[in-house]
């Protein structure tokens, strides 16, 4: 898919900008977890919070998460 930078919105720029940082921050880095063994309770909540990422589903923002707890 070849798409012209100029044509993108701001939103469909910063998401392409974080899935390539992330995806170049793992292959530098790696997971330092892996091959080490996890709870099954981490892991339905890790795969949960997989599926929602990949439905495209975001955390909270977190101007949401400090007004909502007053940490200003």
Do not use: N
């Not at 998401?15 to 921050?25: A, P, S, Y």
């Not at 063994?37 to 929602?52: E, F, N, T, V, Y």
């Amino acid at each position: 898919m070849a798409t012209i930078v100029g044509q993108m919105t701001k939103d469909e720029l910063q998401e392409m900008i974080e899935k390539v940082v992330e995806e170049k921050l793992l292959e530098l880095v790696g997971d330092p977890d892996e091959g080490l063994p996890i709870c099954s309770s981490l892991r339905s909540r890790l795969l949960r919070q997989k599926k929602a990422v990949g439905r495209g589903e975001r955390g909270e923002p977190l101007d949401d998460v400090v007004q909502r707890l007053r940490l200003t």
